[in-house]
């Protein structure tokens, strides 16, 4: 390696101003959406008194179909800023986690609720499960992982920013 390659190679494990942002744009909105999603909209619903449980089922599996490919698309775009522009490990497992986490819920946890919200709609009374406690606590963790993906990207901003000479 010559002397010139050197901070070459040293520069491509240093994550860019562009990729830290795009990082913490798509975490944070993310975020948000989860936080409105499986946090606020859903608990709430079943508040309504005038809503059925039935109904209020079914509402909920059409809103956590179309938010699991809502979050896929997040997972392959977070993943890709990673690994394009934050290229640290802890990052880059965060964002792998993340898309991991994505990949159980829509492969087996959300076909199994499913299978349990049709059962509760056809009359049924499906026995006690662990699936629902399984599935707030991915969210949770879910959440964990995007706020240090957030803190990372704003760690990486700050330290890429300019400061003024005095400060």
Known sequence: MTADAAPLALQTQRPTRVGALLVLIAAT???GMLIGVS?????????APSLTLPVA???????FLLFSRIEIGCAAALLL???????????????ALLAA????EVAWLL????????????GQSPPP????LMYVMLEAAKLALLGAS?????????????????W
């Not at 957030?150 to 005095?166: D, F, W």
């Open 129 to 132: 499960s662990q699936l629902h």
């Open 150 to 166: 957030v803190a990372l990207s704003v760690r990486a901003l700050s330290r890429a920013a300019v400061r003024p000479e005095g």
């Open 101 to 104: 986490a994505v990949g159980a």
């Open 111 to 122: 076909p199994a609720l499913d299978a349990r919200v049709s059962a509760i709609i056809a």
């Open 39 to 47: 946090f606020i909209a859903t608990p709430v619903k079943f508040l």
């Open 57 to 63: 089922l079914d509402v909920g599996r059409q809103t």
């Open 81 to 95: 800023f990673t690994l394009l522009g934050a290229r640290r490990f802890a990052a880059i497992a965060i964002a």
């Open 29 to 31: 909105l993310w975020a």
